[in-house]
């Protein structure tokens, strides 16, 4: 693996345990508000106080859950929105499952690129990989001049350095 991939790898283990986590919470939530349709009644009946409905759905919650998914079950709880759980959770499987990923394509050049030129690259870039490119201009002086686009684990090396340096090398220059 490549060494710019190390840090997406470990992102990615940590972006889907955290999912993982939240779901696993959100679900044994769901399954029991599904269980006993009394509670769901419970939970969205306005003349308890906030207090009591939310002791009531504090006993299905998992213990060992982190307390942001304790706040974001009350902040749904708050809003009447606590019946919606179900979607909200199959919503969550879609932006995680094979929807299209963001690519961070960084574009690296000798000097700074005006508005335009950048947005040139973006265009170029998104009809040859896709709209789901995320952009990253940065300046290098070292290239000389050209360009230097990385997307993925694509390289794709314009640098005036990089075609010295090929040159240097087909003629036998050191």
């Keep these: 693996m490549a060494e710019h ?9 940590v972006f889907s345990l955290a999912v993982e986590k939240w779901v696993t919470a959100l679900k044994v939530t769901q399954d029991k508000l599904a269980e006993d349709a009394s509670l769901l009644k419970k ?20 213990a060992e859950s ?9 902040t749904m709880l708050r809003d009447g929105d606590i019946n919606l759980l179900g979607e909200v ?11 299209p990923q963001v690519q961070v394509a960084r574009v690296t050049t000798a000097t700074a690129l005006s508005e335009a030129e950048q947005e040139q690259f973006r265009q170029k870039l998104r ?3 896709g709209q789901t490119l995320e952009f990253v201009f940065n300046v290098d002086s070292s290239i ?7 997307v993925g684990d694509k390289i794709i090396d314009g640098s005036v350095a990089t075609r010295l ?10």
């Design 5 to 13: 991939e190390l840090p997406r790898k470990y992102a990615m283990a």
């Design 43 to 62: 939970l969205q009946n306005i003349d308890l106080s906030f207090g009591e409905r939310q002791k009531a759905l504090d006993n299905i919650i998992p």
């Design 66 to 74: 982190d307390p942001y998914v304790h706040n974001f079950l009350y």
């Design 89 to 99: 959770i199959d919503e969550i499987g879609r932006m995680t499952s094979g929807g």
């Design 127 to 129: 009809s040859k990989y």
């Design 144 to 150: 000389l001049g050209g360009a230097v686009v990385q």
């Design 165 to 174: 340096q090929s040159m240097s090398n087909l003629l036998g220059v050191r």
